[in-house]
């Protein structure tokens, strides 16, 4: 199961010799990460890298800068 995968890779990371934190952000606290993880789903599998946020994260790279509520829907 790809979970416990996932659970056995963490606890090996943190095993190691140095600090770790672990810290848990809902998804509306961080617009930006869950509206590109949304636009993700429709992506091949690869790694990407932007010069400047994509025009769809616009909206939620403000409000996360800014401090305001994420206009997060599930």
């Given amino acids: ?3 416990s995968l996932l659970v056995h890779d963490t606890l090996q990371l943190i095993s190691r ?6 810290r ?5 606290k961080n617009g ?3 509206r590109l993880a949304k636009i993700s ?3 091949p599998s690869a790694s990407m890298s932007f010069d ?3 025009l769809e994260v616009a909206d939620e790279l ?3 800068s800014s401090g ?3 206009s997060y829907t599930p």
């Fill in 1 to 3: 199961m790809a979970s």
């Fill in 17 to 22: 010799p140095w600090n770790v934190k672990i």
């Fill in 24 to 28: 848990y952000i809902p998804r509306y």
């Fill in 32 to 34: 930006v990460v869950d």
């Fill in 41 to 43: 789903r429709d992506l």
């Fill in 52 to 54: 400047n946020p994509l």
């Fill in 62 to 64: 403000y409000r996360d």
């Fill in 68 to 70: 305001l509520e994420s």
